[in-house]
């Protein structure tokens, strides 16, 4: 796998916002050392970037350590994580995570998925993924699967899904488009916005978004005047160019 240039914390927000709001898969890596699972981008563990303030959250960070054990562990592998449609992710979310190797390091590539799927069709997905325990959609958030499937076995049956964010991933064209991206914003270039709402948001932190998420909850998190993108007001602005009125809607 070839390396790639890392970015700023806030180009490699706006980058996934922005393929996440056009419904393209939306990949990154985290290094697995010293027992964890790291961020390339900002060089800490991963953990330190997950918010505990509710049931939610504390279910997520439990999903994110019982992959990170299996990351740390395992010599190979996938792992795929299901986050339902919530009042913050207007869409269901799936992770599909798999270690790999490059010539100096071991990690865990991760891609992120945007479906429409609700609760009774997450709990489906989870099953034929081979999740026996018997749960409920609010305890799957908790509850990563480890499937006995190849990668591409797991993008064969996200495809019957959503055939076309299936093809970019098997043609390994999201993670050229996600590059490009982030090139175009490290330039001053707009990210270009989709029709579908994103997680983008300091009220929507999720577990594996860690990497992207310590942006929006460190002092790196910054305003600044602008546009909004939502509500077309002219007023403060984050990264993502969405105002803190607005935020509170993702």
């Known amino acids: 796998m070839a390396t790639e240039i890392i970015y700023a914390e806030d180009v490699e927000f706006e980058a996934s916002y922005s393929l996440e709001t056009q419904r393209i ?5 985290y ?36 992959i990170q054990g299996w990351a740390v562990e395992a010599e190979g592998g996938t792992a795929v994580w299901i986050s ?18 490059t010539l100096s390091e071991k990690q865990l590539f991760n891609r992120g998925v945007c479906l429409d799927m609700d609760d009774a069709g997450c709990l489906s997905f989870a099953k034929r993924l081979g999740l026996a325990t018997d749960i409920t959609a609010e305890e799957l958030v908790a509850n990563p699967v480890f499937p006995r499937l190849t990668m591409p076995e797991l993008v064969a049956i996200v495809s ?16 050229v488009i996600k590059e490009n991206l982030k090139a175009a914003i490290a330039l001053g270039r707009p990210a270009p916005m989709g029709p579908y709402n994103s997680s983008c948001g300091p009220g929507a932190n999720s577990a594996f978004n860690a990497m992207y998420s ?10 600044h005047s602008g546009i909004c993108r939502v509500c077309g007001e002219s007023t403060s602005v984050g990264p993502c160019n969405i105002c803190k009125v607005c935020e509170k809607r993702f």
């Open 25 to 29: 898969p939306d990949p990154w890596p």
């Open 160 to 175: 019957e899904y959503v055939p076309r964010q299936a093809e970019l991933i098997v043609k390994g064209e999201d993670l």
């Open 214 to 223: 310590n942006s929006q909850h460190s002092e790196n998190w910054s305003y």
């Open 31 to 66: 290094v697995v050392k010293y027992g964890k699972l790291y961020s390339p981008v900002t060089g800490e563990p991963a953990e330190n970037s997950i918010t505990r303030n509710n049931s939610i959250e504390e279910s997520e960070y439990r999903a994110f350590r019982q």
């Open 84 to 101: 339902r449609a919530s009042r913050h992710d207007l869409s269901t979310k799936i992770v599909l995570s798999e270690i790999a190797y």
